[in-house]
């Protein structure tokens, strides 16, 4: 499978998700798309209030929406919104507690079919090297017109 | 592995869920506890706005977050809150495009041992008998005191 | 999704998967096709030799390939041999040490979709009702001529 | 966490694992141990027979066996044989068809506490970039003398 380029740059999937998918910044803008590359892409998601649990640390339903969002966003760069991909499968490993900072995920695709890609996400605390969240997602690729 | 009666009633887990995870309802209260009983659990999401996608349909990220409470839930009702239950690893099959309407999960636990719990959610749309979602997890029990 | 009746009897399923895997016997026939129904399946796996780890416990690949042929006789009962699935992904908890004995498996489809097909199997030792492996699967179907 | 230098040599690992898990090479030796690094481990499985589906693709039990053995064998090399890990939960994505050759399996523990280990495991084909499966596991680590 060649790496080609990806058919949108940061700043056009940036805007792309901010149209299509508002409702991803309810009570806050909080993700942030920091960079894509062939089959990659890169977010970032503040330590915002909405994504707490008591005592300050972010939760699970946040790190998995933002596992969701990054490869969502790796296979969207990559063949532009030509067909929306659906999510069919996704798989956590909740590795450490995360520090109170933002989370910085990591997705790369694994696989690039027609009907189907499979990725994983590395998601780490801000500034720090160990994983706090692992994941592999499959999505479905709709006929592209 | 026999079925306990649960060390906690549905009145009693959803005052503990209100009092220490007040952040499940930032935005609104929208997750109910419905019932608990040996190993298992039903709770309902409400249809609302903070839990959608454009065009209305819920969020693979809010459907996420109901199994986690589901399977913490029943955990919890099961041995009482003597050991919080961590989450290690959850996996998500999603099945079919959610109703515009409230989601009613069921989670049971598959076992139940010292260190480690196992349980499944069957997630489904209020009044429809297909499944939208189905997930397996992993919860690590510390030691109990 | 309604429920029809399965394109293939029990004794169909049974000699296509002789005919077309031999290898699955290979060693020994220890697979065995008990029922087939809508969207169901049950499979028989001895307690034989090649499926041992050291002190007699049947091992944990053992027990993946049963699940997975499991699915597989599901999927295939219920459509035919019109057009053969392929294993897309597969997710197992391994719950309990299993009985020095066979192990029965029980494979339910969730969905059956023109692209993809989902499933759950429930394994336990003969004559135990607990759970000694939970496993889901999903499988693509190519395209039906 | 910090990585260290694994207890087991490459020689002392796969000595251990053919005297405690002769069963492994029941039909044929095909299993290689090839290197062992910090919380690193790479096996190689030949291409035989024994592993094979009809048409000779290497069949997926064949995979999820390799891949199981990988992680048993990273987490086995890098604490040593005083505690045995045991299988609690395996993910696999079945990205491509093998190629008619040997595999090579990658496996990497994402960490490794004091009662479960996580890891992944890239398998290839010898010889090749694209990767055929992509496994993440979890073990249970019983109490350590």
New interface residues.
Partial sequence: ?TSHKPAMSREELSAFLDR????IH??GRTYHVEEVGPLFARLRMDYH??H???GGTL???AM??LA?LALYAAILAQIGPVALA???????????KPEPRALIAESRL??LGK??A?G?VAIRSEGHT??VC?A?G?Y?IPERR
């Fill in positions: 499978m299509e998918f508002p409702q309810f009570g209030e909405r707490l649990r008591p939760s699970g339903p998995m929406g969701d659906v999510t069919t499968s996704l798989t956590f490993n909740f590795l450490r694994l696989k009907r189907l499979v994983e160990d994983l692992h592999t499959t479905s």
